[in-house]
């Protein structure tokens, strides 16, 4: 029955963690950016030094999930910190795209600057830029707590932060697959997908700001 417990644990933090990692996010989406113009090694760098932080990011929600609960300023700093990180993810990918642009129109050919972060230093700055996460794993945690697979013990929450972590990395690792079959076609058309991202980006703003004014604003 113990074996069993743990097993459900692991596996129930791994399989709703891969499936609300998969919608685009500031991660998933640089692991994808990633793949596209370095290599799938790079993407698979930058998705575990993200799932570095997100292993302590859902640690902090499935420990002290009741002190998250019952802090409704913290919970309103959080939502609100995530609106500036999207907003400056989407610039930066506009910028890029603009770049990009100038660069054709120019006919001047770009030169490759050695980049002072790499693949795994990137993935902890965006890991720790996903401010979205630190809810998210609150909430799934309550929800575990609620069916009955997660107890306030350390056995119980670090099988089942591995869990969420494994999901976590297999959804990036998706993203990471995905773009490298189409890597060359991606390639051909960096401009368009930066200007994709921007625009994901650009929704995740608008989305989160509403979010924000219908919880926080309008009762």
Same mark, same amino acid.
């Not at 370095?38 to 799932?51: E, R």
């Not at 700093?77 to 930066?92: E, R, S, T």
């Given at each position: ?5 743990y097993?459900?644990s692991?596996?129930?933090g ?7 990692s998969?919608p685009?996010?500031i991660i998933n989406?640089?692991?994808l950016d990633?793949?596209?113009k370095?290599g799938?090694?790079y ?7 993200a799932?570095?932080?997100e292993f302590?990011?859902?640690?902090l929600?499935?420990?002290? #999930?009741?002190?998250?609960?019952e802090s409704?300023?913290?919970a309103?700093a959080?939502?609100?910190a995530?609106i500036p ?6 610039i930066?990918?506009?910028r890029k795209?603009y770049r990009i642009y100038?660069?054709?129109k ?7 600057t ?7 230093g ?7 830029l996903n401010p ?5 794993f609150i909430v799934?945690?309550?929800?575990t707590?609620?069916?009955?697979l997660?107890?306030d #013990? ?8 591995a869990g969420?972590?494994?999901g976590?990395?297999?959804?990036f690792f998706t993203?990471g697959?995905l773009s ?10 960096r401009?368009?997908?930066d200007i994709i991202i921007g625009?994901v980006f650009?929704?995740?703003?608008i989305?989160?700001s ?5 919880k926080?604003?309008?009762?």
């Amino acid at each position: 029955m113990i074996e069993n417990f743990y097993l459900m644990s692991f596996l129930w933090g791994l399989w709703w963690s891969y499936v609300f990692s998969l919608p685009p996010g500031i991660i998933n989406l640089s692991v994808l950016d990633a793949t596209v113009k370095k290599g799938l090694k790079y993407g698979i760098y930058l998705a575990l030094a993200a799932c570095i932080v997100e292993f302590l990011q859902s640690f902090l929600g499935a420990k002290f #999930t009741a002190f998250f609960l019952e802090s409704p300023r913290l919970a309103f700093a959080i939502n609100i910190a995530i609106i500036p990180v999207f907003l400056f993810l989407g610039i930066n990918y506009f910028r890029k795209a603009y770049r990009i642009y100038k660069n054709k129109k120019n006919n001047v050919v770009p030169i490759e600057t050695k980049k002072r972060v790499g693949s795994f230093g990137k993935g902890l700055i965006v890991g720790l830029l996903n401010p979205i996460a630190i809810p998210f794993f609150i909430v799934l945690a309550t929800k575990t707590k609620d069916e009955g697979l997660l107890k306030d #013990t350390w056995p119980s929450i670090l099988i089942y932060v591995a869990g969420t972590t494994v999901g976590t990395f297999l959804a990036f690792f998706t993203y990471g697959i995905l773009s490298k079959f189409i890597a060359k076609r991606l390639q051909a058309i960096r401009f368009w997908l930066d200007i994709i991202i921007g625009v994901v980006f650009s929704i995740l703003v608008i989305n989160q700001s509403v979010i924000v004014v219908l919880k926080y604003i309008v009762k």
